[in-house]
């Protein structure tokens, strides 16, 4: 019967340590992040990106595409709080670099990510190399983490085709 006991209370123990000390978060200076709860992120009323400064300078079938909800923002600081049913997404706002040569699907692709080769207007062959800087808005963080399945081969995509 000690043994049960033992064991109950002792399992009891380590659930609530194991929850209790992982509830705790912090938020670096370079992030941002979103609190999903049962899987959905919280939302800042039925705001949309269509009707943010940057929906005013889309097009009407842009604004459909990337309608996406504002999610609310946790901004960096903390010990924040989340229960055992949230989960916490960071995501890094610092401007990144990443090689215009490297493609994220293949590696081996583009001579290693290191030269995109380029067909002139005269059908000639050459070799690019350069970088893309970009950073992920506050604003747009629903679309980056839920709407985007690669988000950064999205945004490649703009530049090479």
Do not use: C
């Not at 995109?116 to 980056?144: C, F, H, M, P, W």
């Amino acid at each position: 019967m000690f043994v049960v006991t033992g064991m109950l209370i002792g399992f009891g123990a380590w659930f609530v340590i194991r929850y209790v000390l992982s509830a705790f978060y912090t938020v670096d200076q370079n992030e941002r992040a979103v609190k999903t709860i049962f899987g959905r992120a919280e939302r800042v009323g039925t705001s949309t990106t269509a009707n943010s400064p940057l929906g005013e300078t889309l097009t009407d079938e842009n604004k459909q595409r990337y309608n996406y909800p504002q999610v609310r923002v946790i901004q960096p600081g903390g010990p924040y709080f989340k229960w055992p049913w949230e989960r916490i997404y960071k995501v890094s706002i610092a401007t990144q670099t990443i090689n215009m040569a490297q493609d994220t699907e293949d590696p081996t692709a583009h001579a290693s990510g290191t030269i995109l080769e380029a067909v002139t207007k005269d059908q000639l062959n050459t070799g690019l190399n350069g970088q893309i800087r970009y950073r992920v808005a506050e604003s747009n963080l629903y679309a980056y983490l839920f709407g985007v399945k690669r988000p950064i081969s999205h945004v490649m995509g703009y530049f090479v085709s």
